[in-house]
């Protein structure tokens, strides 16, 4: 996305003009982090919307109610699962910046 690069571009600008030493780093398992983070969305929106789904779902447009209605295939284990490999990758990306952040020490 044109506006999400410019906003970034703009941002490393405004750190590297404060001193910061900006290096590009592979964040590991970042390809894998839309599989299971949308399977948490789906769930999590399903669980907000469900007594209105069942009440008035004309409430919804159909766009949206399909949507929303996808987390319906969302079982327990697999949330348990996207929550679980959302606190592993947090620690890695957390190592990153820690190994980063040892190096400047």
Known sequence: ?????AAVSAATGV???????L?????????DTHEWTTAMIRGEALA?????IATAPERFSDDVLRRLRLGESVSAA??????????AWARSVEGIFACSLSRIS
Not at 1 to 5: K, L
Not at 15 to 21: E, I, N
Not at 23 to 31: A, H, I, K, S
Not at 78 to 87: F, T
Request: aromatic share 2%; charged share 40%.
């Open 23 to 31: 290096e590009e780093t592979v964040v590991p398992g970042l390809e």
């Open 78 to 87: 697999d949330y348990a699962a996207g929550r679980e490999a959302c606190r």
């Open 1 to 5: 996305d044109p506006e999400v690069a």
């Open 48 to 52: 907000r919307h469900r007594e209105r």
């Open 15 to 21: 750190l590297s003009g404060l001193g910061a030493r």
